[in-house]
């Protein structure tokens, strides 16, 4: 009833000669707008009514045309709480729709948090020798990175993702931490290892993997996010073990 008084004051103000109106509503959020369609009198010209143009012989004044009527519509925009603002009238013979909103431009923000949504892969730390060790013996770290590759709509556009990992950062659960570039491999390899110094129960490791995105919307150009993402894995339960000296006979 409140959009019905506004747009048919409205109607009156701006078109006097505006007849019976009718009212559409367009409930989609997007498209925030109320059309007016309406009938508009359009007057017939001076030389219709002048007695002293004859239409016959017979001398008689030239009879007066009904008036005549023609559509018009009228496209009008309105806030969250039913103000209107920014009116215009369509042309009768060919009314536009209303009007779409505009895709906004894609920015890397969206696609960040859009790849935070989803959730990259956390990795699992592997320990050898298992689940124990010994202190002052190289302890071997690893993971198994895994490939993360998405194709999502966001915000009106196909946009493909790619994220690839740089860093991993090793805790050891000892008050100490390592990062490297690498995964680390199993053994006999040795390229990501640790030293525990004391001994201990239930020591707690993971590795947290630093993720950069990228990403190409609409099949365009891949395009690289300067800010990373950080994925923590689970932990890990490990006992150190002092060595204990144990004599042989030769």
């Known amino acids: 009833?409140?959009?019905?008084?506004?747009?048919?004051?409205?109607?009156?103000?701006?078109?006097?000669?505006?007849?019976?109106?009718?009212?559409?509503?367009?409930?989609?959020?997007?498209?925030?707008?109320?059309?007016?369609?309406?009938?508009?009198?359009?007057?017939?010209?001076?030389?219709?009514?002048?007695?002293?143009?004859?239409?016959n012989g017979s001398g008689d004044a030239a009879p007066v045309n009904d008036p005549t009527y023609d559509r018009i519509y009228m496209q009008c925009r309105v806030d969250p709480v039913n103000a209107i603002y920014g009116c215009r009238t369509q042309t009768p013979e060919d009314p536009d729709e209303p009007e779409a909103e505009e895709r906004r431009e894609l920015t890397p923000g969206d696609v960040l948090r859009a790849a935070r949504e989803i959730g990259l892969p956390s990795?699992?730390?592997?320990?050898?020798?298992?689940?124990?060790?010994?202190?002052?013996?190289?302890?071997?770290?690893?993971?198994?990175?895994?490939?993360?590759?998405?194709?999502?709509?966001?915000?009106?556009?196909?946009?493909?993702l790619v994220a690839q990992p740089v860093t991993y950062h090793w805790v050891h659960g000892d008050g100490t931490t390592r990062s490297t570039s690498t995964?680390?491999?199993?053994?006999?390899?040795?390229?990501?290892?640790?030293?525990?110094?004391?001994?201990?129960?239930?020591?707690?490791?993971?590795?947290?993997?630093?993720?950069?995105?990228?990403?190409r919307v609409d099949g365009g150009a891949w395009q690289t996010i300067g800010q990373t993402l950080v994925a923590s894995g689970p932990a890990a339960q490990l006992d150190v073990r002092e060595a204990a000296p144990v004599l042989t006979r030769r």
């Open 1 to 55: 009833m409140k959009f019905a008084v506004l747009i048919l004051a409205l109607a009156v103000l701006l078109h006097p000669s505006v007849a019976v109106a009718d009212i559409d509503v367009d409930p989609n959020r997007r498209n925030t707008s109320i059309r007016l369609d309406a009938q508009k009198i359009l007057r017939p010209s001076a030389r219709h009514n002048s007695p002293n143009v004859p239409v």
């Open 183 to 215: 995964p680390g491999k199993p053994y006999p390899a040795m390229d990501v290892t640790h030293r525990y110094r004391e001994p201990a129960d239930d020591v707690r490791a993971r590795v947290d993997v630093t993720y950069r995105v990228r990403y």
């Open 123 to 160: 990795l699992q730390v592997q320990i050898q020798p298992g689940d124990e060790t010994l202190v002052n013996v190289e302890t071997i770290f690893y993971a198994q990175p895994q490939a993360f590759e998405r194709s999502i709509e966001l915000l009106g556009y196909d946009v493909d």
